[in-house]
């Protein structure tokens, strides 16, 4: 048995769809014998999402940049949630910069933020958007994504955030075509 992982976006799906090319190509190595998985920043439920409507077959997932592994019923196999508390002073400080939105993830689904304070519901899908109160009651935070177009301004808050989180988050760069997918 062998087994593939891939990357989504950008990689496997490179326009508004995974092309039928790939789809196929997905098909025939499973057909071996061999597993396929997606490795993605995505959460859960936004992944499940790309996958049921481009009707892809996977074995396995890693979502919310490795917090979330899941089997291909999406059972979550391994989850790593962030330390409530510390995630709470990093959401206070990210209140305070001149972000676009963030988004806080429990894995499955996601809370967005906007730079005014306001919350609101991405997709107004119960499957995918989380609430404040739901994210307060349930105390599982795997994934917070802040979206920033000042390149320079971003690795000075991620060097911030790697110095005085140290041990608590891990920090990634995204580009800002990745926002919406988050």
Known sequence: MKILA???DGTL???KCVSEENVEAIRAFRAHGNAFGIVTGRSVETIRQEIEKNHLEV???VTNNGGIICDQEYRSIKKDTMDF???MELVSYIRTLPCEFFSIGDGFRRLRIYVDGKEE???ADPRLDLT???L???RQIVQIVMFLHDQKRVEEITDHIQHAFAGHVSCLLYTSDAADDM
Do not use: I, M, V
């Open 6 to 8: 891939s990357d989504y």
């Open 13 to 15: 799906r490179t326009g």
């Open 59 to 61: 074995d396995f997932l």
């Open 85 to 87: 508390d510390k995630a």
């Open 121 to 123: 519901a991405h997709t």
């Open 132 to 134: 404040w109160e739901e």
């Open 136 to 138: 307060q009651k349930n």
